[in-house]
């Protein structure tokens, strides 16, 4: 049974950070592709970050420059770092493996509320 539990999130100013952790079980986070994805109230769900097997990440341009993914093998967890933060940026914020998004068979869990205001 594949677990993942989001933690990290809250409340902080523009141009603050944030890092957000999810942790892995039932898979090894070295041995997969791995993304973060947000939600907003009221809109569609949308890709943020990935991280690849070999290592490589890819952001889309709303975040690119601004937020980090990486993940740690040893605790088998995978890290979303999130700087100078925008009220945009606020959402909901899940991992799950991009391969299951994509097929729209993914589980979601419980997320992390980021809210960035002032």
């Known amino acids: 049974q594949v677990q993942l539990v989001e933690s990290g999130g809250g409340l902080v100013q523009p141009g603050g950070s944030l890092r957000l952790s999810c942790a892995a079980s039932?898979?090894?986070?070295?041995?997969?592709?791995m993304g973060w994805y947000r939600q907003a109230p009221g809109k569609e769900r949308e890709w943020v970050a990935s991280?690849?097997?070999?290592?490589?990440?890819t952001y889309p341009d709303s975040v690119k420059g601004r937020f980090t993914i990486s993940r740690d093998n040893a605790e088998n967890t995978v890290y979303l770092q999130m700087n100078s933060l925008k009220p945009e940026d606020t959402a909901v914020y899940y991992c799950?493996?991009?391969?299951?998004?994509?097929?729209?068979?993914?589980?979601w869990g419980q997320g992390t509320q980021v809210t960035v205001s002032s």
């Open positions: 991280i690849f097997k070999g290592g490589a990440t």
């Open positions: 039932g898979i090894l986070v070295s041995d997969a592709a």
């Open positions: 799950n493996r991009p391969h299951l998004v994509v097929s729209r068979t993914a589980s």
